[in-house]
Structure formats: C-alpha cells, structure tokens
C-alpha cells in the first residue's frame, strides 16, 4: 500500500473508531446539497417499539478483568476482548453467562490487537493483528467453534496489504468462504481475497480501482479517493453493476448499497447536518445537526435503522451523549439510552457500554425486535 493511501485510510479509519468509542465519502454534480426537512421529533425506545429486547451483561468477567464484546452470537452469548488479570496478555473469550471460554491469547509484548470478528454458521472468525520493535505488522485471520471447547485454528496469515480497524465490512462471509479487501504493492487497485471458512488456500480476485468491501456482493470506492474529491462508486463484484453516487462538494458521505449517510462539517464547530440519503441522492431526510455523529461504521442496521450519538457540546465525546436510532422506514428519531460511553453493532444487535470502567455494564439491543 502506498503511504498516500495507507495514511488516508488509517486516518479515516481512527476517526471512525473515535466517533463509536469502540476498541473496534463522493462524485456527481457540483452543486449544493438539496435541503432536508428538520430534524424528526424524538421518542422513547419502549414508546417506539414495545416489544424491544434489551439485556445487560457485567462489564467485567468473572477473574476481574475488563471485557469489550466484539460480536453478538445470541443475547447472552458474546465473542469479546479481555486482558488477562495480571496485564501480560490479550485474550480473545467466549462469554455465555458468566461461563468463559478462552480462545486465544497473545502475550502483551507483542501489541495484539483483535478485530473484524465476523460469525459463519457455528464458528466465529477474528484478526489478530501484532507487531514488535523487531517484527512488522502482521494479520492473522482466526477460526473458534462457538460450540464445544475445541481450540482456536489459524486460518491464513496470507492477508496482503489489508488493514482491519474495526469497520462493519472488515471481513465480510458469503457462503463458505470469508473475504477482506487488501491493496495492490502500488496502492491503486484492490485484492478482493477470500479463503475457506474451514481453511485452504487463499483465492485473490483483482479489481481496478481502489475500493472496501461493503455488503456482499458490493464494494465502495476507498476512503482516501472519497475523501480526496475522486469519484465515490459502488460496484458489484458479481454482476460488475457501477452505481454513482450522487453528492455535493461539500459533503462527506459514506455509504451502503442501499442507503448513504451525508455529512456537512463546519471545522471545529463540528457537523452542522446529519442526513441519510439513497446513493442516487434521492429519499434524502435530515438526522440531526450540530452535534450528531455517526455512532458505528454500518450505515443502515437492518437497512432501517441508523445509529447515532448526540452530545451535549458539539463534541463527540460528551461524556453525557445519548445514543439514538434514526428508522428511515418511520422518519422517526428514537432514544436508545442517554450517559453511552462504548457503542458497536454487528448485523443484529446494537449494544453499548454505560457506567465506570471496568465495572460498568454492557446493554444490548437485538434489533430484529424492532423489525416484528
């Protein structure tokens, strides 16, 4: 990867991560962005939706140490994060209840850092990523049983020039096989490569251009192009569709195959709107304004539901933000919790952390209560 697109990305990438507190865009027209309607009126998550499920889980495992979930298996299944009590190492655990089961740990020498967990059928796949004074940075991608106490496997070291922070498409699992999107040596085109889920050579399907895997089968151009002015394209890698998206030159918009989330900064007064639009630029409606963020990297949960946090200064890191979900099915604007400090997602459950560490709570909400 070039340093030109390596730093953009990684850039784009932290800022991102920042914004969701989690330990884990542009071509068309010049013109002005089309008005949005102001912002909806908010409600209350049990108004909205009665029958929403949200179950709490400690913030800390049994021996102490603190845990960030990583991927959801069920409501009270989760695939997280831990150090080990005594601080030499990382752990990657499964958590049912207050049963814990090691997977993987990484001595702390070596800087892990585990992201991209992803779940194919009854396994759940994760990246390690370490790197020493002495050694470069190096990926693993790793396979666990959810069931049984069978240990950990290495699926493939042979990652490329791929970068895993923790954004929803990381790793992205379509049939027996899980993809990741790495650069070329010069950094202007794109490896979508792929190996089995039950391990195997690795497949590496060359695509022109520079592009992130987003939803199967699409890709989005990458974020150093989109944010440098380049034309910003979705593209589907099966039928070899190109679909435009439409935006002003002022706008940031990052987006999925279905919806886009548009925003308007004004420096270090922060964003003054917050809208979801469709990447033609159609259906577009305002979110928020100064002071609402992009609370996950998923655009649309569900292709519904977009997940926010709104603070009570015009920083994203007001320690009194309130986490919201803008339903685009509704128009409707619906506080999930107010005082969140963590916030992630996966494809079916939003949850967030609330409280002191490392004593605090996980809460999560499983989204397909939303959809009944």
Not at 66 to 77: E, H, M
Not at 283 to 305: E, H, I, K, Q, Y
Not at 325 to 337: E, H, I, K, N, P
Request: aromatic residues 6%; neutral net charge.
């Amino acid at each position: 990867m070039t340093a030109t697109r390596g730093t953009a990305i990684r850039a784009s990438a932290m800022v991102v991560a920042l914004l969701v507190g989690g330990w884990l865009v542009f071509s068309g027209p010049a013109r002005p962005a089309p008005p949005a309607p102001p912002g909806p009126p908010q409600l209350s998550l049990r108004k909205a939706f009665p029958a929403a499920l949200v179950t709490d889980s400690p913030g800390a495992l049994p021996d102490g140490a603190p845990f960030i979930p990583g991927l959801y298996v069920d409501a009270t299944t989760q695939v997280g994060v831990a150090p080990t009590p005594d601080g030499t190492a990382q752990r990657v655990v499964l958590r049912t209840g207050s049963r814990v089961r090691e997977l993987q740990r990484v001595a702390q020498s070596r800087f892990p850092r585990f992201t991209a967990f992803a779940r194919a059928g009854s396994s759940v796949l994760w990246v390690e990523s370490t790197a020493t004074t002495t050694e470069p940075l190096t990926h693993r991608l790793w396979r666990a049983s959810i069931d049984g106490d069978s240990a950990a496997v290495p699926l493939s070291a042979d990652t490329g020039d791929a970068e895993f922070l923790g954004a929803e498409h990381d790793l992205v699992v379509h049939g027996d096989r899980v993809y990741w999107a790495a650069a070329t040596p010069d950094g202007r085109d794109t490896q979508v490569r792929s190996v089995p889920v039950t391990g195997g050579a690795v497949t590496v399907e060359p695509v022109d251009g520079a592009y992130e895997l987003s939803a199967w089968p699409w890709l989005q151009t990458a974020a150093n192009v989109r944010q440098g002015g380049g034309r910003h394209e979705l593209r589907n890698l099966e039928t070899g569709q190109r679909v435009t998206v439409v935006r002003s030159p002022a706008e940031t918009v990052d987006c999925g195959p279905s919806w886009c989330r548009s925003s308007i900064s004004a420096g270090t007064g922060g964003d003054t709107s917050y809208d979801v639009m469709r990447p033609d630029g159609t259906g577009r409606r305002r979110v928020g304004g100064t002071g609402t963020f992009a609370a996950v990297p998923a655009v649309a949960l569900l292709d519904r539901f977009a997940a926010v946090t709104e603070a009570g200064t015009s920083g994203a890191f007001d320690s009194a933000r309130r986490l919201a979900l803008f339903d685009v099915a509704t128009g409707r604007l619906v506080t999930v919790a107010d005082g969140v400090d963590q916030v992630m997602a996966d494809d079916h459950t939003l949850w967030w952390s609330a409280g002191a560490r490392p004593a605090g709570v996980w809460h999560s909400l499983d989204l397909a209560t939303l959809a009944a």
